[in-house]
């Protein structure tokens, strides 16, 4: 099964900053990576698509990038809605698998 | 608009079965490949099950392999999963997910959510 990592677990962050996170996989997924949104009692809603394509109403301010083993997930000026926790997906192989999430908090 | 509802959840005893169901709308249900994905209270998200659109591929994780059956109806857009030897691991919220079309692999739409707790 091909691991997701992602980093930092949790993050605290302040209106207006700029946050990165990371993900990578195990073994090679070419472009087959997507981040998820989660805000707590809600089911996950999809931001990023085969690394960097945005999903339809996704603000710009989100983005992504990465191919093979490394991704980015990229917020760049947080809004107090952006507070959530994140979730990367690979889809090259099946079991699709998850990283382990990455929360993000207000500092 | 697009719309699964997931339904079937509840209290059920280590070793009993349930039946998930994702009621799907807004949408040609036929033509997309289906998911069931599920979180553990306070825990991330764990891909269980995979359907294609005409059910001849499916997949599942092996943590419920030989115990969980996934299925669907296209006649009453429906998505199933029927789980049976339930442990108290398998306690989480089941989430239904579409798969994107045609080349795309990612889950664009997610239901609700149905909570199934094994307890004695």
């Known amino acids: 099964d091909i691991q997701m990592t992602q980093s930092p677990s949790s993050v605290s962050a302040s209106v207006g900053d700029r946050v990165t996170i990371t993900c990578r996989a195990s073994?090679?997924?070419?472009?087959?990576l997507a981040w998820y949104q989660q805000k707590p009692g809600k089911a996950p809603k999809l931001l990023i698509y085969?690394?960097?394509s945005l999903q339809s109403g996704v603000p710009s301010r989100f983005s992504g990038s990465g191919s093979g083993t490394d991704f980015t997930l990229t917020i760049s000026s947080l809004q107090p809605e952006d507070f959530a926790t994140y979730y990367c997906?690979?889809?090259?192989?099946?079991?699709?698998?998850f990283g382990q999430g990455t929360k993000l908090e207000i500092k | 608009e697009v719309q699964l509802v997931e339904s079937g959840g509840g209290l059920v005893q280590p070793g009993g079965s349930l039946r998930l169901s994702c009621a799907a709308s807004?949408?040609?249900?036929?033509?997309?490949?289906m998911n069931w994905v599920r979180q553990a209270p306070g825990k991330g998200l764990e891909w269980v099950s995979y359907?294609?659109?005409?059910?001849?591929?499916?997949y599942y994780a092996d943590s419920v392999k030989g115990r969980f059956t996934i299925s669907r109806d296209n006649a009453k857009n429906s998505l199933f999963l029927l789980m049976n030897s339930l442990r108290a691991e398998d306690t989480a919220v089941y989430y239904c997910?579409?798969?994107?079309?045609?080349?795309?692999?990612?889950?664009?739409?997610w239901g609700q959510g149905t909570l199934v707790t094994v307890s004695s």
């Open positions: 997910a579409r798969r994107m079309t045609n080349a795309w692999r990612a889950f664009d739409y």
């Open positions: 807004g949408f040609t249900f036929s033509s997309y490949s």
């Open positions: 359907i294609s659109s005409s059910s001849p591929t499916i």
């Open positions: 073994q090679g997924i070419s472009s087959w």
């Open positions: 085969d690394a960097s």
């Open positions: 997906q690979q889809a090259n192989n099946f079991p699709r698998t």
